[in-house]
């Protein structure tokens, strides 16, 4: 995006790939693609710079209109937090979730165990009680949030890889 200063304000805001209009001049949709920065700089159109726009999943997200200062027109967000409550209790639910999911696959083996009066292997009962522990972990740390700011800054987990996981390995291409 792009937007054309005249007189120190902003007059125009121009969508790069569109066709726009300055001073009765026509100028194709594909003139911001191809012109120069001093082409662009002499009709006195500048880049627009966005800021980083906050997450849609914790807060509700309105754009502020361009503002320009010191050569640069830029774009905020104005961000207000949803409901911490609710967002806890989704956050907590994903997590569960997603321990479920990895978990799930390898049930059976709890329940071949059970029925045949048999131990599960310790390296996947490490492992499936890892997953576990990591979920507990991390719905604590998601209830211990009092702010949503904490809530969002919270980085996601890192699940345990099973007893069966390769690593990838990195193929080396002859040059």
């Known amino acids: 995006m792009f937007a054309l200063i005249q007189n120190g304000v ?22 911001l693609n191809l012109s120069t920065p001093a082409e662009k700089a002499a009709l006195g ?25 010191d050569g640069v027109v830029t774009i905020n967000f104005t961000a207000t937090p949803k409901d911490l409550f609710t967002l806890q209790n989704n956050a907590v639910t994903a997590v569960q979730q997603q321990a ?3 978990l799930s696959p390898t049930d059976w083996m709890v329940v071949k165990a059970f029925e045949t009066s048999t131990k599960i292997a310790d390296n996947w009962n490490t492992w499936r009680a890892e997953i576990r522990t ?34 990838p390995t990195q193929e080396v291409t002859p040059a």
């Open 134 to 167: 990591q979920c507990n972990a991390q719905v604590a740390a998601i209830t211990a949030c009092t702010t949503v700011d904490q809530l969002a800054a919270l980085a996601p987990v890192t699940w345990a890889h099973d007893p069966n996981y390769v690593a």
């Open 100 to 102: 479920w999911s990895i």
């Open 10 to 31: 902003i007059a125009q805001i121009i969508q790069a790939g569109t066709a726009f209009e300055i001073d009765g001049e026509q100028y194709p949709a594909n003139w």
């Open 45 to 69: 159109i500048v880049d627009v710079v966005y800021a980083t726009r906050p997450s849609d999943t914790y807060y509700w997200v309105s754009q502020d209109a361009p503002v320009y200062a």
